[in-house]
């Protein structure tokens, strides 16, 4: 303060108030209060104003001090109650706990070794407590244990009497996973030189044409079970050489799929990657209706469930700001790993699969995160079977772009069968993208048979759109010498020797013991391939079609001879892959009723031809039927179900089981046999309805 104020007006000495204890004027005036020394109790300006200097009101309740604060003596009766307190305090609390911890043990929740609540609960230590009896069970007929993700764990915090909770740890949950799908299979558990066996088989046979997974080579079959204890049954189940241990493998994995991934809720690698194997190869375990979309949009949700569908945020998830509820969302997250992105990938490949055999349901939508899978794995590729998957996906991604690019027509609301037909610059730019695909792979992964066959079928996919243009357009926009009709031409001629190299490749690469491997989409292909030879003999069939040598082309392609080698070779196959029949009920394999589809399927192309047309191959499927015309059939056939057995059925010498019968409508071999693109008019042999199928080419 200035020296020149006097002791009337001014105290000599003042100093300003503590934080908090201004008084009321100052505080309401924002002034800054100085205290007096001889002020009697007033600052400077309520003593210079002349008012009323009211002290601070206490805005804070004080905390009563427990650490920091001096002890009263023992003799002081204060202290004697301030200690009885206490002590009855912790007593009740300590008997609260307790009673918690036993109303959880006695509802199933077993004590964490490394965390046990202890007489001392007040202190600052915690214990971890987490459900896994079946004594928790909510009613007597839940069948099922609970699990991690149906009941968090809990935390019991004695040091601010504050219990929370948070989710376990996903080790944890693999473990509990790992543990129970281990007990699922002890029934089935086959080690030494037989499961190694069947495992190296999966290797050469299975994963070369499917490379869902990467699979060391120094990795044994043991080593795999202890791992991914379901992975490695599906795939002891697809490589058993035994019926009847196939269908046995087969009802474990439908309980451990109802029980612990759909009941449970469970979600991890293992239970993904033995869905996306069980998928794959599901044509091994159809009865009586297909699975495969069902399969595949479970293996979707358990992908999405794991969050395998976009890449991992590089800062800390919103979840993580509630606190413990969702604490591991905090923590710094791994980048997505290569194992990961090509599991996703395979997981699109399945809803593709089904959208190419059944036209049900689209595939799933194409991100830009797996774009980043696909790079990743064609840029750094772990093994050569990496680009085989690469390139797998991007034919299906090309040819998805003819059959997706119109859902209208491929559900049949399209009244213009024209308007199924893409225009002749996507045709041009998706041939040149093909192109360029086959380019960039290495030379000896161009000469890979599976790649060459799912190049060649997306190549047939585009360039078989030339056959949905109508006839009464190709008479309009066509004449002899004419440029349209030149084109029209080439085009038919580029999907005829498209079918050719795709009909090559197949049968000479593939040999019978090699088409145990092959997964379902392989068997959607062929139906393809057939479909588009069928189509191309009807091109020109009434001389509708200017130029074009009809009979050049049937010869060319035979396509009953085509379905006479498909027989041939399926017929080969359970012997040269030593595939014991053992079952002892009605029950057939996949390699049993396979030749049969593919006579049904000669019988029902032939009953389509129109009257008094031929083609090579029909004299030999002619004089069959007469050798059995006179045999009485073991099993139940189609002309048995009409009443009719004139001459010249095309049915007469084909005994089917009815399970193979009823099926027939439902299998994706057969699913656009139906098509208007290339019916005559005619009502199916087989069949006699009127199948409303829109062309799905």
Known sequence: ??????????????????????????????????????????????????????????????RKATQHSPQPSPSHPSALADSDLDSSSTARLEEKLDSLVSLLRSQGVTTDQSSVVQSNAVSSSASRVSPGSEASRTSPAYSCEPTANNFPSVILEASDNNISMIRTSQSSENSQTLQLVMEDIAAHVNMGPAADEQFDHFRRCFLVIFPFIRIPPS???????????????????????????????????????????????????????GLICFTAWSHYFKQDRPF????????????????????????????????????????????????????????????????????????????SYLSSCLRALSENSEYDLDLVLAAHVKSHLIANQVTCSSPDDALGEGDDPSTATPPSVLIKVLLRQLSDIRQSLPPHIQTHKTVQLNLLTAELTVRATCLNVA????KERSSPGGTLCIQRLRDLEATLITTERWRDVFFNEFSSADLVGVPTDSLS???????????????????????????????????FGMLDRAYE?????????????????????????????????????????????????????????????????????????????????????????????????????????????????????????????TDQM
């Not at 007006?9 to 007096?36: D, F, H, L, N, Q």
């Not at 044994?220 to 493998?249: C, V």
């Not at 062929?526 to 509708?544: E, K, N, P, S, Y």
């Open 292 to 367: 495969l979309g069902m399969l595949s949009h479970l293996a979707t949700s358990v992908a999405l469930e794991l969050n395998l569908h976009k890449d991992v945020r590089t800062n800390v998830s919103w979840r993580g700001k509630f606190g413990r509820i969702c604490s591991e969302q905090s923590q710094k997250q791994v980048p997505r790993t290569l194992d990961e992105r090509r599991t996703m990938l395979a997981v699109w490949s399945l809803t593709s699969w089904y959208w190419a055999a059944y036209r049900k349901a689209e595939p799933m939508t194409w991100t």
């Open 525 to 559: 292909q062929f139906t393809l391939c057939m479909v588009v030879a069928f189509r191309l003999t009807m091109v020109g069939a009434d001389g509708d079609e200017p130029g074009w040598d009809a009979e050049e082309m049937r010869r060319r392609i035979d396509v």
């Open 569 to 693: 070779k399926l017929s080969r196959v359970q012997n040269d892959a030593g595939i014991v029949a053992d079952f002892p009920g009605p029950r057939l394999g996949i390699w049993q009723k396979s030749p049969m589809m593919f006579r049904m399927m000669k019988a029902l192309l032939m009953a389509e031809l129109p009257p008094g047309m031929t083609l090579p191959g029909m004299e030999a499927a002619a004089e069959e039927a007469g050798q059995h015309q006179h045999q009485q059939p073991a099993m139940r056939t189609p002309e048995s179900m009409d009443q009719s057995n004139e001459a010249g059925d095309m049915f007469a010498g084909i005994m089917v089981p009815d399970q193979v019968v009823m099926t027939m409508a439902d299998e994706p071999w057969l699913s656009e046999l139906w098509g208007p693109s290339w019916d005559t008019g005619q009502q199916s042999a087989f069949f006699p309805v009127d199948f409303s199928f």
């Open 219 to 273: 990795m044994t079959s043991d080593e795999l079970r202890q791992q991914s204890p379901f992975l490695w049954l599906t795939i002891m189940s697809i490589t058993a050489k035994s019926l009847a241990k196939q269908f046995a493998m087969e009802e474990t994995i439908w309980s451990i799929i109802s029980k612990r991934v759909v009941t449970q809720r469970r979600a991890n690698m293992d239970l993904l990657l």
């Open 471 to 474: 006839t009464s357009d190709t």
């Open 1 to 62: 303060m200035s020296s020149g104020l006097t002791s009337s007006t001014m105290p000599e000495t003042c100093s300003p108030a503590p934080y908090g204890k201004a008084c009321v004027g100052c505080s309401r005036a924002k002034c800054k209060c100085y205290t007096m020394s001889n002020g009697n109790g007033k600052c400077e300006r309520c003593h210079r104003l002349g008012k009323v200097c009211e002290p601070p009101v206490p805005m804070r309740k004080k």
